[in-house]
């Protein structure tokens, strides 16, 4: 029997990189399919630089240039995202899918990422025990469709050809998006709240350099930042350095009871997670694997689905009170 083939959206040509109408491609069980002859040597490239290399030099600097170009554009973002219209907490799977969607979907909001790790991506640049493949099960195949990933089909599942692929896609995805700015190596130390009718409402973050957060106990005083937002979507994962931290923050002030992570049990695990999906206190969503440190559901170990899916189903959840948390916030 032969191996499935790897399919793409219907006007995508992975080859070449290209949009096509349907028609122009061959199409099998409604999906467009891989073909080999599609495969077209490209040398623009090279051709553009070759026999060249005995002049080549670059256009010339001042080193201050260097430092003034990256300067002024990250404070200036510091400057507009100060106020923000969602905060996500975290820059894994979850978190970048969710920003996928509500970027594409509202266009107009101001949407902050903060990511304690230099390297945003969470734990989805490789598959289960430092495997390539990533699998993720049925339906989160339709994300897949819509980012542009090929993918086998393998039925109930499909499979992505390397984790790093579908991440960097997703990611740089994200990344073009002018309404997103990703700040990373920036860790969230503590929720901006107030004090509401039914409890405490979150309206933004606090912020600090990753190494600062880390090195607290060294040196006598180091305040952090703050972002404000009426709504926050956290997406911290399960615990761990930097995992579940507004759903233990939660718990430390007292306005939520822990669960705990339950075992691997990926059939039960991927429904609670999406299911799960929710604002838990008003002005703070949680999505993935933070909501089973919140809830008490198992573990899903490698799959993906409930991933995106949940990031998918935060992005709704997202639209449906934003307007509500942004009349609150002008208070």
Same mark, same amino acid.
């Given at each position: 029997m032969s191996p499935p083939s790897a399919v793409y959206p219907a006007e995508f040509d992975g080859y070449t990189g290209t949009?096509?109408?349907?028609? *122009?491609?061959?199409?099998?069980?409604?999906?467009?399919? @891989?073909? #080999?002859?599609?495969? +077209? #040597?490209?040398?623009? @490239?090279?051709?553009?630089?070759?026999?060249?290399?005995?002049?080549?030099?670059? %256009?010339?600097?001042?080193?201050?240039? &260097?430092?003034?170009?990256?300067?002024?554009?990250?404070?200036? *973002? @510091?400057?507009v995202y100060a106020e923000s219209d969602v905060v996500i907490v975290g820059a894994g799977s979850c978190g970048l899918s969710t920003a996928y969607v509500l970027a594409?979907?509202?266009?107009?909001?101001?949407?902050?990422?903060?990511?304690?790790? &230099?390297?945003?991506?969470?734990?989805?640049?490789?598959?289960?025990?430092?495997?390539?493949?990533?699998?993720?099960? +049925?339906?989160?195949?339709?994300?897949?469709?819509?980012? !542009?990933?090929?993918?086998?089909?393998?039925? %109930?599942?499909? &499979?992505v050809k390397h984790a790093s692929y579908f991440m960097g896609t997703l990611l740089s995805r994200v990344l073009e998006m002018p309404n997103v700015k990703l700040f990373n190596a920036t860790c969230v130390e503590d929720l901006v709240t107030r004090d509401g009718p039914t409890g405490v409402r979150v309206v933004g973050v606090v912020t600090n350099w990753t190494l600062v957060t880390q090195h607290h106990d060294e040196h006598s005083c180091m305040d952090p930042n703050t972002i404000n937002a009426p709504l926050v979507i956290s997406t911290? !994962?399960? *615990? !761990?350095?930097?995992?579940?931290?507004?759903?233990?923050?939660?718990?430390?002030?007292?306005?939520?009871? @822990?669960?705990?992570?339950?075992?691997?049990?990926?059939n039960t695990a991927e429904d609670a997670i999406v299911k799960g999906t929710r604002e838990v206190v008003p002005g703070l969503i949680f999505g993935g694997m933070e909501l089973s440190e919140l809830d008490g559901s198992n573990r899903m170990g490698p799959t993906f689905g409930a991933m995106v899916l949940s990031g998918v189903k935060a992005a709704e959840e997202a639209l449906k009170v934003w307007e509500q948390r942004h009349e609150e916030c002008k208070e």
């Open positions: 949009t096509k109408h349907v028609k *122009d491609l061959p199409v099998q069980d409604g999906k467009v399919t @891989l073909q #080999a002859d599609g495969n +077209k #040597a490209d040398t623009k @490239l090279l051709d553009g630089f070759a026999d060249k290399w005995e002049t080549f030099a670059f %256009n010339p600097i001042r080193e201050s240039q &260097v430092s003034r170009a990256m300067t002024r554009r990250y404070f200036k *973002d @510091l400057d594409k979907a509202r266009p107009d909001l101001k949407i902050a990422i903060i990511e304690a790790s &230099v390297s945003p991506g969470g734990g989805c640049w490789l598959g289960g025990q430092l495997f390539s493949a990533m699998v993720l099960r +049925k339906p989160a195949d339709k994300f897949l469709d819509d980012l !542009g990933v090929a993918y086998e089909d393998e039925g %109930n599942y499909v &499979v911290t !994962g399960h *615990d !761990g350095p930097f995992g579940a931290f507004c759903a233990k923050r939660l718990a430390s002030m007292g306005a939520i009871t @822990l669960g705990g992570m339950r075992p691997l049990d990926m």
